[in-house]
């Protein structure tokens, strides 16, 4: 490389992908992403295939409800140490070991399960998976957030976007290739195929097995005011006269359940009000389009064949790219700067669908539309990931996050339910064009979250 080049900032920072950990998340966010279209997609097929109900698959569709509330257990991964495990790998090491053990086991139960001779015990296995695959989501979050600092955040949520989605693709397309692959009886349900690519699936969950026994276990940086608050606490508690056990339960109650919230209010005061605001409306384009994206393209006329190749291609290509570009984005311009250009392009990029609308059946528009609202889309997540990142105390990041993301997603997915009613009343024009407008008040959370975190800091990072 010329000498040039070798030191030009955009190049050096490009060398965030190659750091170790940065690496790993590539592995850790294909373990994450493997089991979620098993309990719902895929699984759906199979049992659609095996003359199971479409009622009662609807019903199974709410084992992923799970993921909805990992916030109710994600105290026990922040403050719970697992015998032997903890000792020997660690606490975030120690809890992605067991969920991930126990999402192949489950995967393994699933395999050798027939829906049409046993469906309680399918859905156990269904529901063990979900349960232990939102056990590692909250361990390797807060594995994340305490391996390295805010700036290298973007690139990690990158790596782990990127390995999500290949994970993705391979429980959907993959597990269904599988399954075909080995079916010899077109004409009449046979669950070995379906066994052979369950089995497989399973065997997959070594990659993540293999990185969390390899990955070093990240040091915890504790504030100060954090360990004198949680002793004032006890202090407080012990003189009420409370036995030990007693005394012990109570204040682990409080470290672990009722100090996250305790902490992000004393911290930010008000302006926890700003945040949260930003937090929970911050993805509100994107989730709400997103919810009418296929009905749309079913009635412009594209077909099930054609919708799939360019989601999963072009798609998850831009997808991709745009998650990368996010992560050298917040290393080069800061967290707040592409925070407000990912909420701009978001919004922007929905306005496309407003011009699909008028072009109809157009493969070339519809290429265009879906990778240029993919891209964007990448750029967003990489900075909202590492924006949420920096506002979690590595004394409670598992608790702390998993309520970010819970927030995340309660306003757009209510509001989203209202979706259909609008386009009914309104047509897609002008539904689009409200995606799009209903993204500029985050633009203004953006700017106003900036200014405060400035006059906070001292230092001059605007969007």
Not at 285 to 308: H, I, L, R
Request: aromatic content about 12%; proline content about 4%; hydrophobic content about 55%.
């Amino acid at each position: 490389m010329p000498p040039a080049l070798a030191g030009h900032p955009w190049l050096n920072a490009l060398k965030v992908y190659t750091h170790p950990r940065v690496v790993g998340m590539l592995f850790l966010g294909f373990s994450a992403g493997l089991p979620l279209l098993l309990v719902l997609g895929t699984l759906s097929f199979w049992l659609s295939e095996a003359g199971i109900a479409r009622a009662t698959i609807g019903h199974l569709s709410w084992v992923g409800l799970a993921y909805g509330f990992k916030f109710l257990w994600s105290p026990l991964v922040d403050r719970l140490p697992l015998p032997f495990l903890t000792a020997r790998l660690g606490k975030r090491r120690a809890w992605l070991l067991l969920s991930q053990v126990c999402i192949a086991a489950a995967l393994l139960g699933m395999a050798n399960t027939d829906p049409v001779l046993n469906l309680t015990h399918m859905v156990f296995f269904a529901l063990a998976v979900a349960f232990a695959s939102a056990t590692q989501d909250i361990a390797l979050d807060a594995y994340r957030i305490e391996a390295v600092e805010t700036e290298k955040q973007g690139a990690m949520a990158a790596t782990y976007q990127a390995g999500y989605r290949i994970a993705m693709i391979t429980a959907g397309a993959g597990a269904l290739w599988i399954a075909a692959s080995v079916d010899t009886t077109t004409a009449a349900y046979d669950v070995h195929p379906w066994q052979v690519a369950y089995t497989v699936m399973a065997a997959l969950m070594a990659v993540g097995i293999l990185t969390t026994l390899t990955i070093r276990e990240p040091e915890k940086k504790i504030p100060h005011t954090t360990s004198e608050r949680e002793l004032h606490a006890r202090a407080k508690f012990a003189s009420l006269g409370l036995s030990d056990g007693l005394l012990n339960a109570t204040a682990w109650f409080y470290d672990a359940v009722l100090s996250p919230f305790v902490d992000f209010i004393q911290r930010y005061k008000w302006q926890a009000l700003l945040m949260l605001a930003l937090i929970a409306l911050y993805r509100i384009s994107d989730v709400v389009m997103g919810v009418m994206s296929n009905p749309f393209y079913q009635e412009m006329g594209f077909t099930k064949d054609e919708v799939a190749t360019v989601s999963k291609v072009f798609g998850v290509i831009m997808t991709i790219a745009g998650a990368g570009l996010g992560g050298l984005l917040t290393m080069r311009l800061g967290v707040m700067r592409t925070l407000f250009l990912g909420a701009l392009l978001s919004a922007a990029t929905n306005l496309l669908f407003v011009w699909l609308a008028g072009r109809g059946h157009d493969m070339g528009a519809l290429v265009f539309t879906v990778s240029a609202d993919n891209l964007s889309a990448g750029i967003a997540s990489s900075a909202f990931v590492a924006y949420l990142s920096g506002l979690v105390n590595q004394a409670y990041s598992a608790t702390q996050y998993a309520l970010f993301t819970s927030v995340m997603l309660l306003l757009p997915k209510f509001i989203a339910g209202f979706s259909g009613e609008f386009v009914d009343a309104y047509g897609w024009a002008t539904f689009f064009t409200g995606t799009a407008l209903i993204g500029v008040p985050v633009l203004v959370l953006v700017w106003l979250v900036a200014r405060e975190r400035e006059a906070g800091s001292g230092k001059r990072e605007k969007p």
